[in-house]
């Protein structure tokens, strides 16, 4: 599949947010974030007439980012930063036969805790 890397235009950032908690004594510790990739992506929105057609509720949009193909591990326990927001990661899929992209698929938006 051919892919106009121009259109890799958005910044976003790949990151493992351990979430506030209390440490051995008992006291509070701060939520941990640790960026596991920075990369340029595509990014598109699923349409209000394609959830229509998966017969998808409107609560479930979901966003995909295109970006280059990187060794370093994505899984859905990470998130998307991408303008000052954080997507959980629903699912990772390399594009194509060739393995220079693959597309992550986020949930609709929601501020990590």
């Known amino acids: 599949m051919y892919v106009n890397a121009g259109e890799l235009r958005h910044r976003i950032q790949i990151v493992r947010i351990k979430p506030a908690g209390r440490d051995a004594r008992g006291f509070a510790t701060e ?34 980012f295109l970006v280059r193909y990187s060794p370093a591990e994505i899984s859905t326990d990470m998130y998307v930063r991408y303008n000052n927001d954080d997507y959980g990661i629903v699912y990772v899929n390399p594009y194509g036969d060739t393995h220079e992209y693959m597309e992550i698929w986020t949930k609709t938006s929601k501020r990590a805790e």
């Open 31 to 64: 939520k941990q974030v640790t960026v596991v990739r920075s990369c340029w992506a595509r990014v598109s929105w699923t349409s209000g007439q394609e959830l229509v057609r998966a017969n998808s509720e409107f609560a479930e949009a979901r966003q995909r």
